[in-house]
Structures are given as structure tokens and as C-alpha cells.
């Protein structure tokens, strides 16, 4: 071994839950050392939307636009409702009780959010907070904050081993140019070292349907080697079969772009999304596992989010970039419904009977063929020009992992904290149960980052 490198608090993974524990730990006045092996720092952080969810901030959203009251004992009991009553209700209740400090952190990293509240699938209310930055520049801007708070970074650094000394998690061996190193941590070493949506054989070990011929939304470094090297330290994992699929995504790259996103936001404004046939097939504003599920279970490849001009304008899509994704067939237009079922090749009368079935239930006319329930935020879609975005399902989150305690801790197989080592963020499992709330994994970074970093 050729280096030993002494520091105060270790982390692995450069993403929002790796800053946020680096930023607590060094506000605090800790030596710290974040270790990252992509070329690049930010994980699947710097590819979020932006979306984060909490009851409220120091924005004051609710108040401002009148929208119905919130809590955090209401966004903790949809998040635990959505993940099929299986989610660890202390941890939820943590990342719902933490999440407007941490979104108020945000702000002062210089973040900045769209001026509106939306409601996104599985949520029951409006609680999601847009960044109107992208993920690259919220981490670059968190990323400098953490710099200025004295943290450390390391890019293109690998973390291969833990070091144990006296039962306790010391430190970590990682490489970097062919060369492997000795970092010892005196406080602990907390990973934060993100989700495995991109790594197929640990999926498939889980979900074996989930195999290559998915597209997948994340980073390439989103792969699960720690968590099987925590697990060889008898770390115990929950829920590692729960793997998210995104409705949302480009059908033909698996990614998720800003259509991508705002198909994804735009049923609480009144899109609606419709198969081959010209068909709505689900209630859109369901969560991502049960409106995924409808549009496999179509076995029609893509199906077609469908919204006008005035939500267009609400999501903040701009002339250059209907222009640039209508160039380049990703984004279908049409000054009339009947114009656009010719441009995506579904049958006219279907999509018509759809959308004016749906204009009736927003007005009050009748109840929604899907069970939807009405919010004061749907528009009608009774004018043009109108959109279509075809897409489809894409692994997306992992939300099994690493099972910690409210403390971060990492439990072994028996309960018991391991000492030394904490963790934060994708990597573990046990808050989002069964299927995760938008907007609720940015949360949970921030939250268990800050509570990671507080590691002695
Ligand atoms: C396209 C996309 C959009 C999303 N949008 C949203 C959204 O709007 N709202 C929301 O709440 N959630 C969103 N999510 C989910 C959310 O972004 C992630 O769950 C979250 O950012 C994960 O953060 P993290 O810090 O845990 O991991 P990451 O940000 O992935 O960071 C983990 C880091 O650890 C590094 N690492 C891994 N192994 C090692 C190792 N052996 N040695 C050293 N480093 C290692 C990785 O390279 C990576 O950089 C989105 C996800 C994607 C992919």
C-alpha cells in the first residue's frame, strides 16, 4: 500500500446525499474527504429534474397560491401509503419532518425553484417544488457550497474496501490511476454511494424481468458493488426486489429529458396520457408503479402524453424547445386534436371522445372514467395548438438498499448498528417501500445527508 491518507469523516459518492453529509460535517469544522469514481462528480443528482417534495418552505408556496393545507405527517402517510404500507414509518417520518429545512438549504446554496407548487402521482396534494435549473447546475451550485464549507473532493477515486480495525469501519481503500490507497477516517465513513438501476446483473438478481432490453434513466456509475461490499460486512439490505420504472421515459434512448419530466408533471395540470388506439388507459395521476404497470400491460410501444398550448406555457416549455423537439420527432404538434392523431398515427375519433371525455370531468360534468379525483389545478384541453409525447416505461430508482436507522447508522443482519460506517440517500433501503413519491428521493438526500454528516 503506498498511501495512508488521515481525515475526520470519509463519504462515498458525490451526489446530493454525499454533499449534504459533507456539508454538515465540515459546517461543523470536521476534516473531510468525499471520494467519487466517476470523472465527474453529482451521480444521478446531476441528471434530476428537480423536483422536490415537501409540506412546506420558506418560499411559502401554499400560502401564496391558496392551495389546500399540507403537514408532514400527511406527506409522511402518502409516502408510506404509496409504498404499500411496507416502508419504515420512523424513517419516513424523519425525511417528512426534514424535508423543509432541507429544500430551505437548498435555496441558500443557491438553488432556485419555478413559481409553482405541483401535484405529481401518489402525492395528495400539491407539494413538489421544481428546481428551474437542471440537475447539473443544482449540483454545481451545491458542490461549490460544500467546497466553500471546507469539504474536500476526489474524482476518479474508487472505493474497493472497507478497513476494519477493532469492530469498527476505519476507514476505506480505494484506487485511483492504477493505484490503490489507505484512507482512515477517525469519525466514520458514510456512503452515499447511490442506487443500482444500471447495473442488470444486481437487478436481475432481484427482478428478473428487468433485463438489458430496458432502458435505464441513470448515470453509468449507478452500480451496486458497495452494497454487495457492505453486505460482505454483515450490512443488512431491505427491499431489494422494489425497482421503480419511470413512466416517462424517451422509448427510444430510456433517458429522461425535459419532455420527459414535464409529461411526468403535467397530469395534475390536465394532460393526459392515451395508447396506440387514441385510448386514455389509466388514471394519470396514480403513482409511477401503477401507471407504468397500465402502460406495459397496453403492449404497445410507445403510448402518448397528450397536452395543449396553456399547459405547455404552465410547465415552462419554451418556443425554442417545442421547435428543437418537433425537429427532431420527439415532440409531435398540431394546431387541431384531429391533426395531431394523423401526426402519431392513432385514429382521430378515439383521441377526440377521450379528450372531451376528460374536458367533462374537468368541468364538473361527470366523474372520471379512471377514478381520478378533480383538483383545483386541471385546465381543459379545449384549445389548441396540442402535443404529444411518446413514451415509456424506464428503470429508473432503486428502493432497496442498505437498512440504516434514524440516525443513519447501518444496521447489520441482527439490528445492530455497525460501527463506523453510515449511510445516506439511494443506497439505502426502507423509506419508500414498494414504489417511491416523486420529488421524495431528493428529500431523502438531503435529510439523512445532514443526519449522516453529524457521524462521531
Ligand atoms: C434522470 C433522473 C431524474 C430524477 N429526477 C428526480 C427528481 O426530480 N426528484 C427526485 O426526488 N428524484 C429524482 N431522481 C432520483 C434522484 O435523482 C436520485 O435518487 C438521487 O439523486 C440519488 O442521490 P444519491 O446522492 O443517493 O446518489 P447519486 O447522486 O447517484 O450519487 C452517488 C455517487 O456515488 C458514486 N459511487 C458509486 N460507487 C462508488 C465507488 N465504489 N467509489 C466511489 N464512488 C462511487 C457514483 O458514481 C455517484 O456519483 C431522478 C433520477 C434520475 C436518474
Excluded at 51 to 58: E, I, L, N, Q, V
Excluded at 122 to 132: K, L
Excluded at 372 to 388: E, F, I, W
Amino acid at each position: 500500500m503506498e498511501n495512508k491518507i488521515s481525515t475526520d469523516v470519509i463519504i462515498i459518492g458525490s451526489g446530493l446525499a454525499g454533499c449534504a453529509a459533507a456539508y454538515r460535517a465540515a459546517a461543523a469544522g470536521k476534516k473531510v474527504l468525499v471520494l467519487e469514481k466517476m470523472p465527474y462528480y453529482g451521480g444521478n443528482s446531476a441528471l434530476a429534474g428537480g423536483g422536490y417534495a415537501a409540506s412546506d418552505s420558506s418560499l411559502k408556496y401554499r400560502e401564496k397560491f391558496g392551495l389546500e393545507p399540507d403537514s408532514w405527517q400527511l406527506h409522511a402517510e402518502d409516502t408510506f401509503k404509496a409504498g404499500g404500507g411496507i416502508g419504515d414509518m420512523a424513517l419516513i417520518e424523519t425525511m417528512a419532518k426534514g424535508a423543509p429545512e432541507g429544500l430551505n438549504w437548498l435555496l441558500s446554496c443557491g438553488v432556485t425553484f419555478t413559481n409553482a407548487l405541483n401535484q405529481i402521482g401518489g402525492h395528495s396534494v400539491h407539494r413538489a417544488y421544481m428546481a428551474d435549473i437542471t440537475g447539473r447546475e443544482i449540483m454545481d451550485r451545491v458542490h461549490a457550497a460544500c467546497e466553500r464549507a471546507g469539504a474536500a473532493f476526489r474524482n476518479n477515486t474508487r472505493v474497493t474496501d472497507f478497513l476494519l480495525q477493532d469492530g469498527r469501519i476505519a476507514g476505506v481503500k480505494a484506487a485511483a490511476s492504477g493505484q490503490e490507497s489507505c484512507f482512515a477516517a477517525k469519525d466514520g465513513v458514510i456512503l452515499a454511494s447511490g442506487g443500482f438501476s444500471r447495473d442488470t446483473a444486481l437487478r436481475q438478481k432481484y427482478c428478473p424481468a428487468l433485463n438489458e432490453k430496458y432502458g435505464c434513466s441513470n448515470h453509468k456509475g449507478a452500480t451496486g458493488e458497495l452494497l454487495t461490499l457492505a453486505e460482505s460486512f454483515g450490512a443488512d439490505t431491505v427491499g431489494m426486489e422494489y425497482i421503480q420504472l419511470y413512466p416517462c421515459g424517451d422509448p427510444k434512448s430510456g433517458g429522461i429529458d425535459t419532455l420527459g419530466f414535464h409529461a411526468y408533471t403535467g397530469p395534475g395540470y390536465g394532460m393526459i396520457y392515451v395508447n396506440q388506439r387514441g385510448d386514455r388507459f389509466v388514471n394519470e395521476l396514480l403513482g409511477r408503479d401503477a401507471v407504468s404497470d397500465a402502460q406495459v400491460q397496453t403492449c404497445e410501444k410507445p403510448t402518448f402524453a397528450i397536452f395543449n398550448q396553456e399547459i405547455a406555457d404552465i410547465l415552462g416549455l419554451t418556443a425554442d424547445e417545442t421547435e428543437r423537439f418537433t425537429r427532431g420527432r420527439r415532440l409531435y404538434a398540431a394546431d387541431t386534436l384531429e391533426g395531431l392523431a394523423e401526426a402519431i398515427h392513432v385514429p382521430a375519433e378515439a383521441l377526440c371522445t377521450a379528450v372531451a371525455r376528460h374536458n367533462a370531468f374537468v368541468a364538473g360534468e361527470q366523474a372520471d372514467d379512471f377514478g381520478k379525483v378533480r383538483g383545483t389545478t386541471l385546465k381543459a384541453l379545449d384549445k389548441g395548438p396540442y402535443y404529444a409525447v411518446p413514451q415509456w416505461p424506464t428503470v429508473h430508482f432503486t428502493m432497496g438498499g442498505l437498512r440504516i436507522d434514524t440516525s443513519a447508522r447501518v444496521l447489520d443482519r441482527r439490528g445492530q448498528p455497525i460501527p463506523g460506517l453510515y449511510a445516506a440517500g439511494e443506497c439505502c433501503g426502507g423509506i419508500h417501500g414498494k414504489n417511491r413519491l416523486g420529488g421524495n428521493a431528493l428529500a431523502e438526500c438531503v435529510v439523512f445527508g445532514f443526519i449522516a454528516g453529524e457521524c462521531r
